[in-house]
């Protein structure tokens, strides 16, 4: 399907469940694409958004099973909530420099996807924005994060290593749950708390060093973690939660003088 120029919005669930739909050219014009305005295309493998595309509304690509690759103009500043939902096909997409904000769920279940690199624009990682990723093995977050909200990256079992920057002080809960490969952790160094269940499941992390800024260890932030052996907490951690490191490979402990809660 052609889109004409003269089109400048489209607007909301305009194709929706159209499944048999595998081609849509935008002309440079349209600056809008609505709430789930292709969302169960489930044919759709091609598309291009032109330069002069500026706003794309959650969902708009949700449960597009057969979307392999697309190309976001830059002048985008929020990948919305859901965007790409379900993209199981997705393998490969930019995320332009414009982007300050990734949703809620914008990436959710898109299985083939294997890397993915984040602007230093970027500032806000939404709950769930690349959970049950299961392919996605390298991941480069942007310099400039100061937020990652929960779940993130839960169950993307493919993932080995990650760098969180220093500009974050805070990580929501099991943004790292289930990453089962997970093996290499650099934790920001003004961190404060480890959430609960942040790395719930990762079997295969043997070590990590927790920043000494860290007063409290949420509950189960470690359970299952069965290669974790040695654990060394920082002086200033007063509150370990319940199963803080239930069904760990740690033989030993040094508790803090300082701890309150256990």
Known sequence: ????????????ETFYGCSNLKDVVLKDGVTTIGEGAFQY???LSNINIPKSVTS??????SQCGKLNNIVLPEGLTTIEESMFYNCNSLSSINIPNSVTSIGKAAFENCSSLS??????SLTTLGENAFGNCEKLSNVTLSKNLKSIEAN?????SSLTAIEIPDSLTDIGTGVFSGCSDL???KLPSGLKRINNSMFSGCGRLN???IPDGVTEIGEAAFSGCGRLTEINLPAGVTTIETGAFNNTGVTEVKLPNGLKTI
């Open 56 to 61: 794309i509304k959650q969902r708009a690509f």
């Open 115 to 120: 890397n993915i690199v984040l602007p230093d």
């Open 207 to 209: 070590s990590i060093v």
């Open 41 to 43: 295309c489930s044919s």
């Open 1 to 12: 399907i052609n889109i004409p120029k003269s089109v400048s919005t489209i607007e909301r």
């Open 183 to 185: 093996r290499s952790v």
């Open 152 to 156: 993130t990256f839960y169950n993307c």
